[in-house]
Structures are given as C-alpha cells and as structure tokens.
Nanobody, 123 residues
C-alpha cells in the first residue's frame, strides 16, 4: 500500500521561500511518478508540478513562472517542492501525489494522495 505524507508547510511573508517535503512508503519509490497539487480556499484543486520516475522529466503549471522547483531524493524516498518568491496567491493546502504513470502530461487522475500541508503567505 503506497502512502505519501507531506510536511514543511507554514506561514511565510510574501517574497519568502518554503520547501515542502513528501515522504513515500509502501512500494519501490523509483517505480512511481510524483506530483504536487494545491487547493486554495473556495477554489478547485490545481496541478502544480510533477516529476517522472527517473527524475529526468519535470512538468510545471504555467502560472508558476519558474518560481517553484520539484526534485526527488531516492536515498530518502522523498520528493521536494522548493517554493521561492512566494505570493499571497500561493496560499493553499498543498497535496503530494504518486502513481505509476509513464507520461507526466496525461490528464488521468493520480492514484495516491497525501493529507495535505497548509501554506499561508502573508502580504
């Protein structure tokens, strides 16, 4: 049974940085693509970023404008989301996802989700 658990959320001022972490367990980490989504108050959940099984491919939402970076550490079975130049509009619950997809751009729903971690950006 795959489990993913997010950490690293918190309160930060606009212009600041945070790094979210997602710990993966239950299966072989390198078999799974990993992703991040977010859900702001009164808005639908939105894709943020994804990274392939090998780590060789990444995909980002257009609205990020290069501010976020996704990476993975196979020794720690962990995926990270480095968030820089944070804006109040980035305030949301951030969710980690995982599944066996081979193509990051597919619209198929992700199989495994964490409970989320709150990120609040003050102006």
């Amino acid at each position: 049974q795959v489990q993913v658990a997010e950490s690293g959320g918190g309160l930060v001022q606009a212009g600041g940085s945070l790094r979210l972490a997602c710990a993966f367990s239950g299966r072989t980490f390198s078999d799974y693509a990993m992703g991040w989504f977010r859900q702001a108050p009164a808005k639908e959940r939105a894709f943020v970023a994804a990274i392939s099984r090998s780590g060789g491919s990444t995909l980002y939402a257009d609205f990020l404008k290069g501010r976020f970076t996704i990476s993975r550490d196979y020794a720690k079975n962990t995926v990270y989301l480095q968030m820089n130049s944070l804006e109040p509009e980035d305030t949301a619950v951030y969710y980690c996802t995982a599944d066996l997809r081979r193509t990051l751009g597919t619209s198929r729903p992700w199989d495994y989700w964490g409970q989320g971690t709150q990120v609040t950006v003050s102006s």
